[in-house]
């Protein structure tokens, strides 16, 4: 069942772009970043029982990045459309 489930989800990640507009493209992205960081975080957690205080710096510091560079010109290139 849960491989079933997991090939559906892959098809539908990869059918994403072709399929849907930019909007739903960006929304799409930003929920797979979020879950990767809450996955991240879990981890730290739970089985690597880390501090949470370096994963949320690390995550912070990304997106300050990418503001302050995304401010200053560097902007990311569309392809194909």
Known sequence: MMRVLAFAVAVVLVMLPALADNYLLRVA??????SRAGAGLEFHR???RLSIVRH???FG???YAS???QT????????GR
């Open 46 to 48: 739970r089985l690597g």
């Open 72 to 79: 200053k010109g560097c902007r990311c290139q569309q392809r």
């Open 56 to 58: 949320g710096s690390l």
């Open 61 to 63: 510091l990304g997106a």
């Open 67 to 69: 503001g302050v560079l």
């Open 29 to 34: 992205t930003t929920m797979l970043m979020y």
